[in-house]
């Protein structure tokens, strides 16, 4: 039952096991703004209540190892991580076994056998790796990441982009999120298409939070705290705030 599902004391346990998360993109509010938004895809898809708070947890947990370089597969690390924390807390195997799918399958697209399955990769995807936010969030974390120590920002921003907006177009997502993910694509692939073509509006954003991302500053402090100048720039950052203080689901609700 849900009223059994030890959701508040998984996230203070999982806030505290992130306090001094490597990854600066990847720390608890990251975690958050997804299990927000994988319960709210699993309510668009006519979830019951417990599985709301089964996508909850997996949101959660989906990103609990995460350091700041590519070189090991972290969805199959946090379901590992997962398992061992969901056996701290009095859990049903079902629904620890569930939550730890979700979690292992958030990174690549699958076949999806129910709306819980699908939901942190929903939202994981659609929400924090599409939209005006993750034009900040990707610009630090290429300033974070150690794979590309050494290399030209802009250049690093330009190329992880577009294989980025490469590996997740809006056809991988289904029919009914077609309109959301294409509103949401847009922002960062028009913003790649500006740094590309030297734009000073989005070379002046690569920059901020490229070392933003090098001095490892919290994320929604440095996107808060940012102060934009021109209109493009005060567009993005209006968009990325609203999503930040989860004011978009109404907007995203329309488009589905």
Known sequence: MISELPVKKIEKFVKNETKHTESVIHDFSHLKRTAIGARWFVKIMDGNKHDQYLAYIAGLLHDIVRPPFEEICHAKASSEKSREILNRFDISNEDRERIIEAVSCHRTRHEWKDALHQSVFLADKILEQMGAMIVFRRCMYIGECKDYLGKTSIQSIIIQSRNKLKKFTPCEFNKIFLRLARAQYKWPHDFTKALKEKKQWALDIGMYFFKA????????????????????????????????????????????
């Open 213 to 256: 991302g090098r001095d490892k500053k919290d994320f929604e402090k440095t996107v808060f705290g940012y102060k934009p100048q021109i209109k493009e720039q005060k567009q993005i950052h209006k968009q990325a705030v609203l999503y930040l203080k989860s004011r978009k689901f109404k907007d995203f609700e329309k488009l589905i």
